[in-house]
C-alpha cells in the first residue's frame, strides 16, 4: 500500500482527502503529442477523463515521420483531416552507405507501391500535428483540461491523489504519465529505468532546396551516425543528422552558410542547392526503457516509457501505439464494468506493450551499433544483410510491413 503524495522532490506528504474532487476514470499527465492522443482517445471512450499540462505555443520546427496504422490512429480520433495539408507523403526510402570503408553496403531502396501502399507514412511538422491535436481536445465533452503541472502523485489503494502546481486536487482510478525523459509519474509509481547513454548527438534543423524531393526520403549511413533528409511539403526537407557528440557541436555552432554547405556536401547535392532554415535543436541520444509499463494504478506512454534514438522514426509511433493499447484496454476493462487501473488491466498493457518496445528498442540499436563498429567481420554482416533485403523481393518486402508496425499487432482504431 502507497500512502501520501509524492512532490517533486521526492517527499511524501499527507493529503486532506477532502479536498480531492470526485474521481476520473483517467488523468493524462503530460500535454506532448504522445499526451494529447492518448487523452482524446481515451475521451473518445467515453472515460470521464482529465489532462493536465501547460498551454504552450509549440514553437519547436521538428518534424515527425508517421509512419504505419499512426496516420489511421490519428484519422480514428478526427486529427488527421484538421493537419494532413501540411504534411509530405512518404512514398520511397533509400538506405546510402556513405561510410568510405572498405566493406560498404549496397543502396537499398524501398517503394511503397512494393507493398500495396501509396505511401509508407507522411512527415509533418509537430506544430501542425499539435494543433489539430489541441482543437479536437478542446471539442470533447468528456476531456478536462488543466492549465496547470502535477506537482504530486500519490497511489493508493482505490485511486491515485493528484495535486497540482496551482493547488488544485483531483483524483482519478488511472493515471497516465506522458511526462517525458524525467517522468514524476514514473516515479510516483515505482517503476526503473534502464538508461544508456551514447556518445552521440543528433542536430535537427529544416532546409529548402533547389531541386524536387520527389517524396523520397534519403538516409545516409556515416561512420558516425545516420544523416536523413525527410520531405515536408513544397521544396523542403527535414535533416536529422547523428554524429558523434563532439562533431554534432561543431556543426551546431556553424554559421547558417557553413551548415548550409556542409549540409549540402553531406546530402551529395541530391537536392541542389540547401539552404537552412532558421531554428536547429542539438540533443544527445540515449537508449531508455522502463522496467515495466504500468504498475500502481499509473500507465506510461510516450517518452515517459521508451527512448530511442532517432533512427527509423520509432519514437513517436510507439508512443501513439502506447495510447491506441491504453485507449483500447481501459474501453474493455470499463465495458465490462471494471477497474481502468486494476492490476489485471494494467498488466494487460503491459504485455500488450513489452514486445513492441522490445523488439524496436533491440533492432535499433543494433542497427546503430553495426554502422559505428570498426570490426571488420561486423561491417561485412550488415553488409551482407543489407544486400539480401535489397536483393531479395520477399525479404524487402517483409522488411518494409515490419518496418510500418509489428505484424502480429492487430489493427486497432479508438472510435
Not at 75 to 98: E, F, H, I, Y
Not at 343 to 369: C, G, K
Request: proline share 6%; with cysteine.
Amino acid at each position: 500500500m502507497r500512502h501520501g503524495l509524492e512532490n517533486a522532490a521526492g517527499n511524501v506528504n499527507c493529503p486532506d482527502m477532502n479536498d480531492v474532487s470526485a474521481p476520473f476514470d483517467v488523468v493524462v499527465i503530460g500535454g506532448g503529442p504522445a499526451g494529447v492522443a492518448t487523452a482524446i482517445a481515451l475521451a473518445q471512450t467515453g472515460a470521464k477523463t482529465a489532462l493536465i499540462a501547460r498551454r504552450a505555443p509549440y514553437a519547436d520546427n521538428r518534424t515527425t515521420a508517421l509512419l504505419g496504422d499512426s496516420v489511421g490512429f490519428l484519422q480514428g480520433l478526427n486529427v488527421w483531416s484538421r493537419c494532413k495539408d501540411k504534411a509530405a507523403p512518404l512514398r520511397t526510402m533509400r538506405l546510402v552507405d556513405d561510410t568510405g570503408r572498405l566493406i560498404r553496403a549496397p543502396e537499398v531502396r524501398f517503394s511503397s507501391d512494393e507493398i500495396g501502399l501509396e505511401e509508407f507514412g507522411h512527415n509533418i511538422e509537430n506544430r501542425a500535428l499539435m494543433s489539430a491535436l489541441e482543437d479536437r481536445a478542446a471539442e470533447l465533452p468528456r476531456l478536462t483540461r488543466l492549465d496547470d503541472e502535477a506537482d504530486a502523485i500519490g497511489p493508493e489503494d482505490t485511486i491515485v491523489a493528484i495535486r497540482t502546481a496551482g493547488g488544485q486536487s483531483l483524483s482519478a482510478r488511472l493515471v497516465v504519465g506522458a511526462d517525458g525523459r524525467q517522468s514524476r509519474s514514473r516515479s510516483a509509481a515505482g517503476i526503473e529505468v534502464r538508461r544508456r547513454e551514447l556518445d552521440q548527438a543528433a542536430l535537427t534543423f529544416n532546409v529548402n532546396h533547389s531541386r524536387p524531393h520527389r517524396n523520397i526520403s534519403t538516409e545516409f549511413h556515416t561512420p558516425q551516425g545516420p544523416c536523413v533528409f525527410v520531405p515536408l511539403p513544397g521544396s523542403r526537407c527535414s535533416v536529422v543528422w547523428v554524429a558523434a557528440r563532439k562533431e554534432a557541436e561543431r556543426l551546431m555552432a556553424l554559421t547558417d552558410d557553413e551548415l548550409s554547405e556542409a549540409t549540402e556536401v553531406r546530402s551529395h547535392s541530391i537536392l541542389g542547392r540547401v539552404h537552412i532554415e532558421p531554428g536547429r535543436h542539438l540533443f544527445p541520444l540515449a537508449i531508455e526503457q522502463s522496467h515495466r509499463f504500468a504498475q500502481h494504478r499509473i500507465a506510461l506512454v510516450g517518452e515517459a516509457a521508451h527512448v530511442l534514438p532517432p533512427i527509423g522514426a520509432q519514437g513517436l509511433n510507439m508512443g501513439l501505439r502506447d495510447a491506441a493499447d491504453i485507449a483500447d484496454i481501459v474501453r474493455d476493462a470499463m465495458a465490462a464494468g471494471g477497474d481502468p487501473g486494476a492490476a489485471p488491466v494494467l498488466d494487460r498493457y503491459h504485455s500488450a506493450r513489452r514486445a513492441d518496445v522490445a523488439s524496436r528498442t533491440l533492432a535499433i540499436d543494433l542497427a546503430n551499433r553495426s554502422l559505428l563498429s570498426d570490426f571488420l567481420p561486423v561491417q561485412s554482416l550488415r553488409a551482407a544483410g543489407l544486400h539480401l533485403i535489397g536483393s531479395i523481393g520477399p525479404l524487402r518486402r517483409i522488411a518494409m510491413r515490419e518496418g510500418l508496425a509489428p505484424s502480429w499487432r492487430p489493427t486497432r482504431r479508438v472510435s
